[in-house]
C-alpha cells in the first residue's frame, strides 16, 4: 500500500486535490467500522447546507453546471469547455461562487454567450428550474451573480466602515442592515442568562418579513428540514450501536437538537460531547463554526468523522495532563487566567470521512466547543488530525518550495530537521490549550469583538502555542528532542506570515481571512517591535527578499508580550483596542513585495490551496444480506466523487 498510495490526485486553478490513508480502519471491529459507516452517511447528507449557507443561489448555479456537464454534447476539448469544467471545480471546492479562503467570488473564463449556448444544448428536463420559472427567468437571476464582479462580490466582507451584513454574500440575513441584526440579538442576550449564555443566532437565518424581524430556524420542519432529516435518520442507527452509553447519550441529544432546534439542548449536547473521552470512534456533526458569517455568530455546517490513533495522542495526553502548568505560567496578566483549568482533553485523531466545511478544504487541527461559559466551566476537547497532516507532509515533499523562499542553509537545515515535529506541536498546542485558555471577565459579552473576533481568538491561541513551543518544559516532557527545535516553527511562521501566505492573495487584494489577519497580524506586529533591537528583519539577496531571524530568544519575548495584550483584548472585550490591531498589523499589503512573492511561487507550479478527496466505504454482505464488513477504497476521482454526493445526497 506504501508504495502504490498516490497522495496528489488533479490541480487546477490554485488548488490541488490529495488523498488521505485511513490506516488502522481495517483492524476497527465490525461494529465500530458499522458505527463509521452510518456515521459518514450522516455526515454526507448535510452537503447542500454549506452550499446554501454560503450563498442563496449557490444551489441552483452548482446544479446548472452539473446538468450542463452530464448532459451537454458540444465539444469537451475546447478552451471555453476546458474554463467551464475547471469553474464548476471550484464551485464543488469552495462549496459555492466565492473562494473558501479568501471569500472573493470567482469569475468564469468563459462568457455569458458561452454559458448560453451550452445551457441551449441541453434538454430542459434536465435543467434546475424553480416552480414556475423559464430557462430565460433563470438565465436572467443567475447570469449576473456569476457573471458580474460587482454583484455578490464578497462572501464575508470584512471592511471596516461598511455595513457587513448587507455587503457579504452569505446567506444567514435578508433584509436586515448590521445594525439591526446587532440589535436584534442584543436584546435577546440581555434577557438570557448571564451565566451560561446559549449561543444566540447560531442556528438560525435572521430575515425581516413585513417589517418584522424573525429566525428561520435550522431544525426539522423548519429551514433545511429535508437534509436534517437525512441525517437523523442515520444518527439514529449510529446510536443503536454506539460503544457506550456516554456516546449513545451524544447522539441523542444532538437528535434532539436537531428536532426542536433549542440552543439549550445543543449546550447539553456539548457539553455530554467534550465528557467523551472513552470512545475510540468519534465525530462532529452540526453548525459549528462562525467564520462564514460577517458577524461571528452563525454556525455553518461542517462534519468529520474519526477514531483515536492511540499511539499518537500519547503527545497530546502529556500537553492536556500539563494544562495547569501552561496555564500559570502563560505571560498574561493574572486577572485574565484560569485559576483552574477544567476539562482539558486532546487526542491524534484518524479522518474517516471529510463534510460540510471541513470539505475538500479542511483543518489540521479542532478545538470544541465554541461557547465560552462551556469552556470555562466544563473544559474543552481538541483533536489534531493526523493522517490529513500526513498526507499534506507527503504531498510537499520535494516541491522547491523551502529552496526558494528560505534565507539560507541554515534555516533549511532547521527545516528539515524539525519542522514535522515542530509544525505538529504548535497545531497541538493551538487547539490542545491556547484555545481552551484564559477567561472573560465577568459580564464581557462573548461577542464583544465583533468582526474581529475570530482572529483575535485565533492570534490568541497561536501565540499561546509560539511562546511556549521555545519553553525548556517541552524538552523536559519528552515533546522536542532538543532546544533547538523551535527555531524551525519561530522561522517558517514568520516566513509565512510575513511572505509567503501573500501567494494565498490576488494583485490588488487586502488580507480578508481569519486565520491569515492573525498569522500576518502576529508576525508584522513582531517584525515592527524588534525592529530597534533587530530581532527580525528583511533581507534582499540577489533581488529576491528574505526574512532573517537574528534573535530567537527575543522573538520569544515579543511574541509573549503580544500574547498578554491580546488576552487583555479579549478578556475585557475591548473593541476598539482589536480592531486597531488588526486593521494596523492583519490587513494591508505591501503591493511590490506581493508581485514579487507571487512571481516566484507561479515559477514553482505549485498551487497554494490543498483540499481532499473521501475515501468511499462499501458495506459487504453474505447471501442473507447480513452485513459481513466494511470496505474503505482509494480510487475514486474529484469530479466522480463531486458527482456522485450530488446524485446520492442532494437533499435541497
Request: with cysteine.
Amino acid at each position: 500500500m506504501e508504495e502504490t498510495f498516490h497522495y496528489t490526485v488533479e490541480q487546477f486553478a490554485d488548488l490541488q486535490i490529495l488523498r488521505y490513508r485511513v490506516p488502522g480502519f481495517e483492524q476497527l471491529s465490525l461494529r465500530q467500522k458499522m458505527l463509521v459507516y452510518y456515521l459518514s452517511q450522516a455526515a454526507l447528507e448535510g452537503r447542500d447546507i454549506l452550499f446554501d449557507q454560503n450563498g442563496k443561489y449557490n444551489l441552483q448555479i452548482r446544479k446548472l453546471l452539473e446538468a450542463i456537464y452530464i448532459h451537454c454534447q458540444g465539444d469537451r476539448t475546447t478552451a471555453d469547455f476546458q474554463q467551464f469544467e475547471v469553474y464548476l471545480k471550484r464551485v464543488w471546492f469552495s462549496n459555492g461562487i466565492h473562494h473558501h479562503y479568501a471569500c472573493d467570488k470567482f469569475v468564469p473564463g468563459f462568457s455569458a454567450e458561452y454559458l448560453t449556448d451550452l445551457i441551449a444544448s441541453v434538454e430542459v428536463a434536465v435543467l434546475p428550474l424553480g416552480k414556475g420559472e423559464t430557462v430565460q427567468d433563470m438565465c436572467d437571476k443567475l447570469f449576473p451573480v456569476i457573471f458580474d464582479p460587482e454583484v455578490m462580490s464578497k462572501r464575508v466582507n470584512q471592511v471596516d466602515g461598511e455595513d457587513l451584513v448587507l455587503t457579504s454574500a452569505a446567506n444567514y440575513y435578508e433584509g436586515v442592515t448590521q445594525e439591526e441584526a446587532e440589535a436584534f440579538y442584543a436584546v435577546q442576550k440581555a434577557k438570557g442568562s448571564q451565566t451560561e449564555p446559549v449561543m444566540y443566532g447560531m442556528n438560525s437565518r435572521l430575515v425581516k418579513e413585513n417589517g418584522q424581524m424573525q429566525e428561520q430556524v435550522w431544525k426539522l420542519g423548519g429551514m433545511y428540514s429535508a437534509a436534517l432529516e437525512k441525517i437523523v435518520d442515520w444518527l439514529e442507527k449510529a446510536k443503536a450501536i454506539a460503544e457506550n452509553e456516554t456516546q449513545h447519550e451524544v447522539i441523542r441529544l444532538l437528535i434532539d437538537f436537531y428536532r426542536t432546534g433549542d440552543l439549550h439542548t445543543f449546550d447539553a449536547y456539548s457539553i455530554a460531547w467534550l465528557k467523551d473521552t472513552a470512545s475510540h470512534i468519534d465525530f462532529v456533526n452540526g453548525f459549528i463554526e462562525s467564520y462564514g458569517d460577517p458577524l461571528g455568530m452563525k454556525a455553518s455546517w461542517e462534519s468529520i468523522v474519526d477514531f483515536k490513533d492511540t499511539e499518537a495522542t500519547r503527545r497530546t495526553e502529556i500537553i492536556s495532563s500539563q494544562a495547569q502548568w501552561f496555564e500559570d505560567h502563560s505571560p498574561v496578566d493574572v486577572r485574565f487566567k484560569k485559576e483552574t483549568v477544567k476539562g482539558v482533553s486532546a487526542k491524534v485523531i484518524t479522518a474517516a470521512i471529510l463534510a460540510g466545511d471541513l470539505y475538500p478544504s479542511t483543518a489540521i487541527g479542532i478545538n470544541l466547543p465554541n461557547s465560552n461559559w462551556i469552556r470555562s466551566v466544563h473544559g474543552s476537547k481538541s483533536v489534531t488530525i493526523g493522517n490529513l497532516t500526513e498526507a499534506y507532509n507527503r504531498a510537499a515533499r520535494g516541491n522547491g518550495f523551502r529552496e526558494e523562499f528560505v534565507y539560507s542553509e541554515e534555516e533549511l537545515k532547521l527545516l528539515d530537521t524539525y519542522a514535522d515535529i515542530t509544525d505538529d506541536l504548535h497545531t497541538d498546542l493551538h487547539e490542545c490549550l491556547g484555545h481552551g485558555s484564559g477567561k472573560l471577565l465577568p459580564g464581557v459579552d462573548a461577542d464583544a469583538l465583533k468582526a474581529y473576533g475570530s482572529t483575535i481568538e485565533e492570534a490568541r491561541a497561536d501565540l499561546f502555542g509560539l511562546y511556549y513551543l521555545a519553553d525548556a518544559k517541552l524538552v523536559e516532557l519528552g515533546l522536542v528532542p532538543d532546544a533547538e527545535a523551535y527555531k524551525a516553527e519561530y522561522y517558517s511562521y514568520m516566513m509565512n506570515g510575513l511572505m509567503t501566505q501573500l501567494v494565498r492573495i490576488e494583485p490588488g487584494r487586502t488580507v480578508e481571512e481569519a486565520h491569515m489577519r492573525n498569522r500576518q497580524l502576529i508576525a508584522r506586529w513582531a517584525l515592527e517591535q524588534g525592529r530597534e533591537a533587530n530581532v527580525v528583519e528583511m533581507v534582499v539577496r540577489e533581488g529576491k527578499n528574505y526574512v532573517r531571524v537574528n534573535d530567537y530568544m527575543q522573538l520569544r519575548v515579543l511574541f509573549g508580550k503580544l500574547l498578554a495584550e491580546v488576552q487583555r483584548i479579549k478578556s475585557e472585550g475591548d473593541y476598539e483596542a482589536a480592531r486597531r490591531l488588526v486593521e494596523d498589523y492583519g490587513v494591508q499589503v505591501d503591493p511590490e513585495l506581493h508581485v514579487e512573492v507571487l512571481q516566484r511561487y507561479e515559477r514553482l507550479h505549485l498551487a497554494p490551496y490543498k483540499g481532499f478527496v473521501n475515501p468511499v466505504y462499501t458495506l459487504q454482505t453474505d447471501a442473507e444480506g447480513n452485513v459481513t464488513d466494511v470496505q474503505v477504497s482509494y480510487t475514486e476521482g474529484y469530479a466522480e466523487q463531486m458527482l456522485r454526493y450530488s446524485r446520492e445526497y442532494s437533499n435541497l
